[in-house]
T-cell receptor
Framework: SYVLTQPPSVSVAPGQTARITCGGN??????VHWYQQRPGQAPVLVVY???DRPSGIPERFSGSNSGNTATLTISRVEAGDEADYYCQVWDGSSDHVFGTGTKVTVL | QVHLVESGGGLVKPGGSLRLSCAAS????????MSWIRQAPGKGLEWVSYISNTGLTTYYADSVKGRFTISRDNAKNSLYLRMNSLRAEDTAVYYCASGQGYGDYAYWGQGTLITVSS
């Protein structure tokens, strides 16, 4: 089964840039999606298909994907960005996989 | 306004059964694939089961294969999950989620808690 590995935590000061990685074997050949989950709330899609943003998601959220690593970048971090973030891929059949999750702490 | 509302959660004994429902509104339900995704207390997200927009294709995580059955009724804008032979490790918040792209889930419900305990 396909495995996606994320760092458990990332800390960033307000106004700075947070980068969250998602590692997987040849993940660059797959479409990667990213979700934000605030405490006690359902996940929210923030980036889909590697780098596209759903309507209503700030441009501060961006994504990239190449080789064995996908990255979610949050620019000009705000206190409201503090949350858990999950990457996710689907191989088109039975393999729907979520990453291990990264807790973003705004200092 | 898109809404996904899960129901049917609760406390069930090990070995018991439960049926979850997800009522959809605000979008053309029959155009979207659906999944059940769960989250154990303090843990990450785990995909459970997928059903195509027509209902003709279904997939299951190995952890629930043979015990859970996903289905949908497009006429009623509803998604279901029949859960049999429940185990303690099935304890989680269960979310229904919908999408139209390549595996992404644009819409999520607020979740329903299943607790499997004697």
């Amino acid at each position: 089964s396909y495995v996606l590995t994320q760092p458990p935590s990332v800390s960033v000061a307000p106004g700075q840039t947070a980068r969250i990685t998602c590692g997987g074997n040849n993940i660059g050949s797959k479409s990667v999606h990213w979700y934000q989950q605030r405490p006690g709330q359902a996940p929210v899609l923030v980036v889909y298909d590697d780098s596209d943003r759903p309507s209503g998601i700030p441009e501060r959220f961006s994504g990239s994907n190449s080789g064995n690593t996908a990255t979610l970048t949050i620019s000009r971090v705000e206190a409201g960005d503090e949350a858990d973030y999950y990457c996710q891929v689907w191989d088109g059949s039975s393999d729907h996989v979520f990453g291990t999750g990264t807790k973003v702490t705004v200092l | 306004q898109v809404h996904l509302v899960e129901s049917g959660g609760g406390l069930v004994k090990p070995g018991g059964s439960l049926r979850l429902s997800c009522a959809a509104s605000g979008f053309t339900f029959s155009d979207y694939y659906m999944s059940w995704i769960r989250q154990a207390p303090g843990k990450g997200l785990e995909w459970v089961s997928y059903i195509s927009n027509t209902g003709l294709t279904t997939y299951y995580a190995d952890s629930v294969k043979g015990r859970f059955t996903i289905s949908r009724d497009n006429a009623k804008n509803s998604l279901y999950l029949r859960m049999n032979s429940l185990r303690a490790e099935d304890t989680a918040v269960y979310y229904c989620a919908s999408g139209q792209g390549y595996g992404d889930y644009a819409y999520w419900g607020q979740g329903t808690l299943i607790t499997v305990s004697s």
